[in-house]
Nanobody, 125 residues
Framework: QVQLVESGGGLVQAGGPLRLSCAFS????????MGWFRQAPGKEREFVAA????????YYLESVKGRFTISRNNAKNTVDLQMNRLKPEDTAVYYC??????????????????WGQGTQVTVSS
């Protein structure tokens, strides 16, 4: 059974950094595209970032480009999201997810087959 365990969420002041980590277990980690999504109260879940299996290709939501960096360590079975220059509008529950092997785009949430429990990120002004 694939399991995802997230850590690193919390409260941070606007302009500050925060790093989220996600530990994967239960399958061959390097085969999968990994993604981060977020959901704010009253809003739809939205794509934030993704990274392919070997770590060489990354994809980002336009509003986080230049501020967030997704990375992975296939020796440790982990994927991280480094968030810098945080803004109040970044406040949301952040989810780590595993994409399936079907065709489509990396930003399509319904193509992700395993999800973490979510971790709260709150950015104060």
């Amino acid at each position: 059974q694939v399991q995802l365990v997230e850590s690193g969420g919390g409260l941070v002041q606007a302009g500050g950094p925060l790093r989220l980590s996600c530990a994967f277990s239960g399958d061959t980690f390097s085969r999968y595209i990994m993604g981060w999504f977020r959901q704010a109260p009253g809003k739809e879940r939205e794509f934030v970032a993704a990274i392919n299996g070997d770590g060489y290709n990354t994809y980002y939501l336009e509003s986080v480009k230049g501020r967030f960096t997704i990375s992975r360590n296939n020796a440790k079975n982990t994927v991280d999201l480094q968030m810098n220059r945080l803004k109040p509008e970044d406040t949301a529950v952040y989810y780590c997810a595993v994409r399936g092997f079907m065709s489509g785009q990396v930003y399509e949430a319904h193509k992700y087959i395993y999800w973490g429990q979510g971790t709260q990120v709150t950015v104060s002004s």
